[in-house]
């Protein structure tokens, strides 16, 4: 596989057949720019050759159970990594400052799914990544420790990030408020199980750079104020109300002009 010239993309994802062995074999490939080798039994060997890749821009190594710090300290020198997917694997504040420090990468995924899984990328790591100027699109979905210091430092000291996912992540108001006032995120996934109530996300109306919200809140009141709607011309209201599941009755009075659009949008994150 690696000595294919025309292999673009390679998804073994959860592949009994892949350690640390094969995965050396294929960073060595010279055409391979996506590989996915989530939940395989790889770790730091595999790691260190893959960050010394050529042509990989997109690596995803997601649960790989023998990854540790040293691994990840080797992904973050990778030069051509653009995309990568780390999620469930021990992130350390000088790892995440190692990251955040790398000038290729744009986009990092750290999904974690159970709460027990939150102390692999504390608060001081999270500050450490604030500081990068390069990523765009940061994952931190499932994060149960995102505490207010966490929401400062992502929200406004992180210049280039546009996406974030932060779906089943722990919310706090003062959180809800600071991603209301940043200027740069373009596209924002949250929920808080209904647990803030409906005050804290008014704070959204006055937001003019957020396109899409997705959320999985359970504030369906939210649409109860008509100027929400009126006074952000920007905020895709349609893409909200389907987040909501809320039938096109309730809501198209307050944003008419969405319906149509509404029905071409893609499904709301989940």
């Not at 899409?212 to 104020?225: K, M, P």
């Amino acid at each position: 596989l690696s000595r294919n010239p025309r292999l673009k993309t390679l998804l073994l994802s959860g592949s009994s057949a892949v350690n640390n062995e094969s995965a050396e074999l294929l960073a060595r490939s010279r055409s391979i720019t996506h590989l996915d080798l989530s939940f395989c039994s790889v770790g730091d060997d595999a790691a260190c050759a893959l960050s010394k890749s050529s042509s990989l821009t997109r690596l995803s190594l997601e649960r790989a159970e023998k990854l540790t710090n040293r691994g990840v300290m080797a992904l973050a020198q990778s030069a051509s990594l653009v995309d990568l997917n780390i999620g469930g694997c021990l992130v350390s504040e000088a790892a995440a400052a190692a990251l955040a420090a790398n000038p290729s990468l744009e986009m990092l995924r750290l999904p974690l799914n159970s709460e027990m899984q939150s102390a692999l990328v504390d608060e001081k790591a999270l500050v450490a990544l604030s500081k990068s100027s390069s990523i765009r699109a940061l994952d931190l979905s499932g994060h149960q420790n995102l505490s207010d210091v966490a929401f400062d430092a992502i929200a406004a000291k992180m210049p280039s990030l546009t996406w974030l996912n932060l779906l089943h992540s722990r919310m706090t108001e003062v959180g809800v408020l600071r991603l209301a006032h940043n200027s740069t995120i373009h596209t924002l996934a949250l929920s808080d199980e209904g647990k803030l109530g409906v005050g804290p996300w008014r704070y959204f109306a006055d937001n003019t750079t957020i396109q899409d919200l997705r959320s999985h809140s359970q504030c369906n009141e939210l649409f109860a104020y008509e100027d929400f709607n009126l006074r952000n011309e920007f905020l895709n209201v349609a893409y909200i109300a389907r987040a909501f599941r809320w039938p096109e009755r309730e809501w198209s009075r307050f944003y008419t002009k969405d319906v149509a659009r509404a029905k071409r949008l893609p499904p709301a994150l989940s």
